[in-house]
């Protein structure tokens, strides 16, 4: 009871790696709350599933297995949370903001007359003052986001209906097993309790899965560039950058929508977060959107020929002057040493 649950999901039977995030931030959330984690897994064939989970600190699972559970479809997973909500009674739930987790949170928390806020950057626990109730709480979860077109940072939290519902992107939060051998308790349900033979009127014929061309979330150098490269051209610079380092490309959202580069390339808010060791930001001012998705870099080198750019009050190293006049020096220095 009142404990903080993480929504796990799966392809096949492979748990997600935003879905381990959150069970990372979830247990440590569950310390500060003093209560149990508890994860939730629902598909096809999930005998052993659970110990991909198990090593995070989780101490119950909740297993969901019948045919009919994978692919995901709407209507059978939220009424899985829905029912099993109202027998446990949680006071978290998080789960991933991707488009599984968009599809279902709404849906929950709808049902449950909770609140739920999407893309959050952060998650603490804390207290808050309602001066015009005259009313205190503690333990809430501040939710954190960036608000008003990123111009501001909102804490926002729901003291009254429960559970206090979160989404949060892959890659905003570390991924860290606990122990290898942690033990909890796994529970088995029968789908059928929770689940109406009617959820079930939607199958999937076929399914088609693309991989991405890229690793950007992996990949241990990201050379970045935004609207300041000046056009598609520019951007080639970075990629023969970015091909003398075994680096990926990425951009800002500025760039992106100039049409200098991807969308699948994007970092930041509305793009994808990287954690990359070394990042060389290339022409990007700095925007809180843009930063939201690269700060947890190990070094931020930044190239730019404003010196007041905001991206450099975060860059480690700042090279002030133009990206047409530096990067290909950088370029020529590494062919050079790299042989």
Not at 89 to 116: E, F, K, N, Y
Not at 178 to 185: A, K, S
Not at 198 to 216: G, M, Y
Request: aromatic letters at 6%; glycine letters at 10%; a negative charge.
């Amino acid at each position: 009871m009142n404990n903080v649950f993480v929504y796990c999901e799966l392809e096949g039977t492979k748990v997600a790696d935003v879905s381990l995030e959150l069970l990372t931030k979830g247990r440590k959330l569950a310390n500060q709350l003093n209560c149990q984690l508890e994860a939730i897994l629902a598909g096809e064939h999930l005998a052993g599933v659970e110990a991909q989970v198990l090593p995070y600190g989780v101490d119950r699972v909740h297993v969901f297995d019948a045919p009919g559970l994978f692919p995901y479809t709407s209507l059978p997973h939220a009424d899985i949370l829905i029912n099993l909500f109202k027998e446990e009674q949680p006071q978290i739930c998080l789960m991933g903001a991707t488009v599984i987790g968009r599809d279902l949170g709404p849906r929950v928390s709808s049902a449950l007359t909770s609140g739920l806020t999407a893309d959050c950057t952060a998650l603490e626990i804390g207290s808050h003052e309602d001066k015009k109730a005259g009313k205190s709480y503690e333990n809430l979860l501040y939710q954190i986001r960036p608000a008003f077109g990123g111009n501001i940072v909102a804490t926002i939290v729901n003291p009254e209906h429960r559970p206090q519902m979160a989404t949060v992107r892959e890659g905003v939060m570390k991924k860290e097993v606990l122990d290898p051998n942690y033990q909890g308790e796994v529970i088995c349900h029968e789908v059928a309790k929770y689940v109406p033979e009617t959820d079930f009127v939607v199958k999937v014929i076929d399914r088609h899965v693309e991989q991405a061309k890229h690793n950007l979330k992996g990949a241990p150098i990201v050379v970045a560039g935004g609207y300041g490269m000046g056009s598609k051209e520019g951007f080639d610079m970075l990629f023969e950058l970015a091909k003398e380092l075994h680096a990926e490309v990425g951009a800002s959202r500025a760039a992106v929508d100039a049409g200098f580069c991807e969308h699948d390339r994007q970092i930041g808010q509305t793009g994808v977060t990287v954690r990359p060791k070394l990042y060389i930001a290339c022409g990007i001012s700095g925007q809180i959107q843009h930063i939201a998705g690269m700060q947890d870099a190990g070094i931020i080198i930044s190239v730019n020929n404003d010196p007041n750019a905001p991206i450099n009050t975060i860059a480690d190293y700042v090279i002030n002057g133009s990206v047409e006049e530096v990067i290909p020096k950088m370029i020529k220095y590494y062919k050079k040493n790299s042989k």
